[in-house]
């Protein structure tokens, strides 16, 4: 079974740039997630998607960051206008169930690392 | 608002020596509570998860944790550890606020360190 696909694995922009990151979920995940994981601190969620609907964008700064899952499947994940302080790794997991059976188990992809120069 | 804690940022251990990695919650109500492993080079993977029944409760790779209510904590134990478990662990904690949100909330991981 291929895992969460994620792209760029790597990339350095310039403060002010823009950037996007595309992600793959494992086939059949109704579930995706965004995190943003800053060095020496734990991943923190961004959005939360539900097939192509929205569940929870509570902590996606709106004014420079946006998010969207075509279809169902495949997403990307915007920064726009970047700032020093977006200097992470990105992190996309996506999960099959959401009922009890399967809450909390997320699939990683190994993440894309962003540097804001 | 709902909180996970890692008191350790960094824990040495000697091969084959025991294992005890604390994470302690702060939640009204008892969460749904998740233990990840990050290893260098791949994305976090769930080692186990307790939702209710028995607090002790067994994962891969030979790890178990307890759930203990008084405490608010979920530690994460391993009786004889291998130089392939040296990795970032997370504690992490879904609090069920309802509307099919699920999304973690994630400590600030503890740095596991093998000694030969």
């Known amino acids: 079974e291929a895992g969460v696909a994620q792209s760029p694995r790597y990339k350095i922009i310039e403060k002010r740039q823009s950037v996007a990151f595309w992600c793959n979920p494992i086939?059949?995940?109704?579930?995706l997630y965004w995190y943003q994981q800053i060095l020496g601190q734990g991943p923190k969620l961004l959005i939360q998607?539900?097939?192509?609907?929205?569940?929870?964008d509570s902590q996606l700064p709106k004014d420079r960051f946006s998010a969207e899952r075509l279809k169902g499947v495949d997403s990307t994940l915007k920064i726009q206008p970047a700032k020093l302080e977006d200097s992470a790794v990105y992190l996309c997991?996506?999960?099959?169930?959401?009922?009890?059976?399967?809450?909390?188990?997320?699939?990683f992809g190994e993440g894309s690392r962003l540097t804001v120069l | 608002a709902q909180s996970v804690t890692q008191p350790d940022i960094h824990i040495t251990v000697s091969e084959g020596a025991s294992l005890e990695l604390r994470c302690n919650y702060s939640?009204?109500?008892?969460?749904?509570l998740f233990w990840y492993v990050q290893s260098p080079g791949q994305g976090l993977q769930l080692l186990l998860k307790?939702?209710?029944?028995?607090?002790l409760v067994q994962g891969i790779k030979g790890f178990e944790a307890e759930f203990k209510r008084s405490q608010s904590s979920f530690n994460l134990r391993k009786p004889s550890v291998h130089w392939s478990d040296a990795a970032e662990y997370f504690c992490?904690?879904?609090?069920?606020?309802?509307?099919?949100?699920?999304?973690?909330?994630f400590g600030k991981g503890t740095h596991l360190i093998i000694q030969p």
């Open positions: 307790y939702f209710s029944g028995d607090t």
């Open positions: 998607f539900q097939n192509n609907g929205v569940v929870d």
């Open positions: 939640y009204g109500a008892t969460p749904y």
């Open positions: 992490a904690v879904d609090p069920d606020s309802g509307g099919g949100a699920d999304g973690l909330t």
């Open positions: 997991a996506s999960s099959l169930d959401m009922g009890q059976a399967g809450r909390g188990e997320l699939f």
């Open positions: 086939s059949g995940h109704a579930t």
